[in-house]
Structures are given as structure tokens and as C-alpha cells.
């Protein structure tokens, strides 16, 4: 919570409120030029009316002598008001307090309607764009021009609504901020009569409109802290940070730089400087890529505006859907921010607009869009201040065009998840929940799944608990990943177990790899991780090895229930992945009986010669036998570890560690075979 401070100018804070507390709020662009204010009797003001008011007395930092600026003859001034709700409010606060000194203003459609005669030489035309541009918007600017009058613009989207003559020849900019802690505070004060210390957090979660919601005359002050502390409470989530974000890869390294970069121009780095500033993101649904557009956003910091956007937004954005609208609010969008300040845009579903020249419906359109995006992404470069992140799911559909140097420069892919990139997505997501073991049955349990699977299993553990009346357990996280998935039988769990530990022992026999995570739970039914030794420069034996570790499930199938079960028939299988290595031993690396004889690593078996298909076949069979051989060795490790497997259904690293630094249980004298002597 902060304390309440002080306004910047506080005698123009009382002015503002003084000028508008004796005539109800008329808060349209009508014009009444006989309005004046007269005598009337003092009227309740609206909390979000206070609260502007304290806004605006913040951004004239001349205090009350502010006017003479405004309605110096012929200045253009523009007044940047942070949202929709700001703008009308604003106007009218400002031509009430000028109409109380005794001063003409005209509004838009006084101008518009013929209505200056002969004006007054200090007359302030206030032009209000707090919606749309109208067509007549330039007219009535240079008729306020043509008679010399000072002109005020106010507006929450200059780029996008406020005609270009006015901002390329504007005198003065000023900018009033979103309602902090003290203008909430102040609020409340004014409209109650008590004092309430409010947390800019709070404030920063309320929009204006809230505050005539719950802070009325006569409203209980304990009810209307209480309704804040709820508000603050709920603003209180850590703002996302990129160490927060697993599995990104490159595009996390990327975004680190960037954001780096970005810092360094805010402390005057020149932006030519910055790196990567026009970004295509591409990889499966619900890899983070939006979640990583808002972590560079909040690394920044408060000066770093984060626009979230799409096609679907442009082309609903001003209401008529008309193409001239639609590109309209595509050239808002990617107007440069305010200088010295950061925008970062994210367009999401980038494939939306697709190539030009495809034939789909509406291709005629669709090269309008693309154009104008062209148009904006061209040179953008040299546009200070914005970076563009565009986001898919299909890279191919993107115009080619889109990824030229000096628009949407770097593409990068982000892949699924790995295990541990998962289960470092699990124990972020579940906080101090649970522990780093937990985190890994649960990423054994979702293989391929992606940070936002796990986002929806932990919501349905919740409500699950919630529902039970009791905390969330690992339990309810894993019951929500294999919902839907058929259950297996005991038996069928423990022959999978025997699969699984049958690959760990063989691979750590044979020193091929390190098992980190096991799971006869997971969807696709039993699979096992393996962190493997980098080895560049891989002999026949490492090879040889690597296949028996392949096939030392389907041999502990064989050896424990004399028979193997029909497992996956795809390239991913084991035998597919053994017989690709056996392959490649024989025709590909030179490595077998047909000496340095090349034969392309993608060619099947069957464009080998009849006595190589033979000799891989050979090799196939002696690496079942070598892993068979071990396995008879570790029989007592073996049942063990399936045993414990199948009834956990899930083990973690420091679970399979436990096991494997046991003193192996070996039989009396025997040895550990290599896959060489099994051969002979």
C-alpha cells in the first residue's frame, strides 16, 4: 500500500473541482454556445469526475496559470489521455473551468454547425475525439484554424483518431496519466469525506468507470476499503518474468537480448542499436508464445506498452467492417509510440491474413491487408520505439514477403516441450506446492504436452479439491492428465513396467544413458526419458550398445512373460529406431560389410543388397541377445524396479537413482556380457 501524496499542482486541482461543481455533468459533444454557468446551486461530483480532474492537474505542471498557454492565438495543443473513459470527462472539466473564467469555447459541432462569427481572440476551440474520426474532422480543425482560434484536441488514440494536419503541426503535447493511488484516494475524499490509503497496485487494477460503481455519498467507507483490498489482493500475482517461461528455447535467448537492448535505449542507446526488433514466432498451439510477448513487456517496465492484437481485432475494432476501416485501424496499430517510449505489438494468428496469390475466398481482400501490413512492417526498423512480435501456428500460410529483411526478419520455431522443460512448467505453474519430484511424474505422465495442457490439468486438479473440500494433491493433477485414456490392468501396468526398467538397466549397464523419469501412466501407456552423453564421435560398439538399450524391453518382455506385446509400429518405435541405427551401421557410415559404399541415410531396407539386410538383421538380433544377457544378470534389479514401478506408476530421478546405487544383486561369478560377445 502507498501513502496518499500530494497532487502536483494542488490549487489547480481545487479550481478544476470548483469549475465543475456548480453545473450537472454534460458529458456529449453537444454545444450550447448561451450555456453560462450562472448561479446554480452546487451538485454532487462523481468519484471518476474527481479522479480526472487530480489527473489533469498533474499534467499542467504550470499549475492555474495553465491557460494562457491553451488559448494563446493559433496554438495547437494535444492533450493524450490514457483511456476511452478519460476523454469526455476530460473535455468537459476543461471547458467548464475555461467558460468560468470568462472565456469562449467552441466545441466540434459548434464549429461544425457555422457557429463562429466573429470569435473572440483568446476563444479555445476543444475538439473532442474520444470514439471515431468523422469525416468532417480536417474541416473543422481548419475552420478553427481559419479564424485564429487556439485549438485543444483530446484524445486516447492520436495515431488512430486524430486528424494528421493537427498532430504534424501540433504546439504543445501533453500527456495525463492513468489514475494512481493518490487520485483514487483523493476520490474518495472528496465524494465521502473519508480518508483511504490506496496501493497504485490497486489503482492500476480499476478502471475509471469502477470508481462511480462503489464510491458514492453516503457509502460505507469499511465496505468501500474492504472492496480495494480485494482489488489489491487479486493485483498482487508477480508480474511474469522470462526466468519464469521453460521450454521457449531460442526464443527465450532472443527475448533476454531484447529486453536488454530495450533498457539500454531507454538510457539513450540509439534504436538503429537494438537487435531484433521485427519477430515471426512459430510452433504448436499453447508453447507460450503470447505469455512471452507479455514477460518482455513486464521486464521493461512501466514505459513499455504491450499490445495484444489480431485480425479478428482489426476488423471488429471501428464497427462497419469496411476494408478502409479495417486497414485504418491496422495503421493505429502499428503507429510508433510517443518518443522515448517502448510499444510492443503482438499480432496473434498471424496466418489469419493469408499469402497473396492462393486462390482463397476473398483473395482480392486479403491482398489489400496484406498490403497495407507491408506497407506499415516496411522500414518499421527505423521506427523508434516499436517492436513486432507475430505469432502462428502455420508458417508456411504467411505471404513470403511478410519475413523480408527489415520486416518480420527472424523467424523463430519453438518446439514442444522436452521432459524437463515440462516438468519445469509443472513446478513453476504449482509454485511451492509441490516438489521438483512431483513435477517430473507428472511431465511422465503428459508426454509432448505443452505449458498450456498443463495450465488446464492444474485448473481441473483444483476444482477437483475444491470440490472435495481439501488441498490439491498430485493425485488430482494426474487424474485430470489421464482423464478420458483407457485404464490399464494390473498385469498390463506390470508388463510395461518390466518394458520400461528393462530399457533403464541395459542403459545403465552399458553407460548409453542416464533415465531421469519413467511412467506406465502416461498417455501413450509406458515411456521412459533418458538424458544421453554428448559423443560426437560415436564408434560401432556406442552404436551397437544404443540398439541393445532399444530393444531391452521388448527382450525383458520375452524373458519375463514369454511373449512381447504389439507396441507402436511407427518410426518412433523401438524396433523402427534399432533398425534405422542397424541400417546406417551397414550402408551409411561404412562401418559394415559393405566397406565405404554410401547408401543415403533416408533409404529403406529393402534398397539394401540381400546380404546386408541379412547382416543387419544379424546385428538386430545379437543386440536383443546382449540386452537379455544383462538382464539375466540383473533379474534382482529388474523385478525390483518394475515392481516398484507398477505399483507408483510414475518414477522420478531421484527414485530411479535410489535404485540403480543399490549394490547390484547379480548371480553367483557372473559377468556382464557386452553386445561383442554375444555376437561371437
Known sequence: MTKLSQPKTPALFKALLAAVSKVPPRLTNESDLDDEPGELEPVGISADVVAVAWCLSGAFESGPDFLPGLVEPGSISLLRVPAPAY??????????????QSRPVFTRLGIGNGALLKPAPDALALLNFGDRTREDDIVVFRRAADHGLSVLAISHDAQGLVPLP???????????KKADGAAVAASIQEVTGHSVVVSDRAAAALELDDLSIFVRPGADVGAITRKIQRVDNSATRPPLKLADLHGLG?????????????????????????AATGVLLSSPPGCGKTMLGRAIASEVGPSCEFLDTSYAQWQTARGSGHLGDVTKEIRRVFSPPPAGRIKIVFCDE???????????HNDTWFAAINTCLLEMLDGFK???????????NFPAKIDPAMTRSGRLETHIRIPRPSFADLALIFQSLLGDMFTASDAQHLAAASPGATGA???????????TAREAGRPLSVDDVHAAILRGTPWLSKPDRLRLAYHETAHILVADTLKVGRAIAASVLARDG???FFDRPANPLPEKNDILDEMAQLLAGRAAERMVFGEMHVGLADAES?????????????GTWGLGGLGALWISAQASLEQLPADARERVKDMLTAAEKAATAILEVRRHDLDAMAAHLAERGTLGRADIDRHLAKPRRLRPEAQVPTIGDVAQ
Do not use: H
Open 526 to 528: 509406458g515411456i521412459t
Open 250 to 274: 531460442e526464443a527465450r535467448e532472443w527475448a533476454q537480448t531484447l529486453v536488454r537492448d530495450l533498457r539500454e535505449f531507454e538510457k539513450g542507446m540509439p534504436w538503429e542499436n537494438v
Open 350 to 360: 498471424y496466418d489469419t491474413v493469408p499469402a497473396r496469390g492462393t486462390g482463397t
Open 382 to 392: 527505423s521506427r523508434s520505439g516499436l517492436v513486432v512480435i507475430a505469432a502462428t
Open 574 to 586: 523401438d524396433c523402427a529406431r534399432a533398425t534405422s541405427l542397424a541400417c546406417r551401421l551397414e
Open 87 to 100: 476523454t469526455q470527462k476530460a473535455a468537459w472539466i476543461i471547458e467548464r473551468y475555461i467558460r468560468n
Open 453 to 463: 495442457d498443463a495450465a488446464k490439468w492444474i485448473r481441473e486438479g483444483k476444482r
Open 166 to 176: 493537427l498532430l504534424k503541426f501540433c504546439d504543445r503535447d501533453i500527456v495525463v
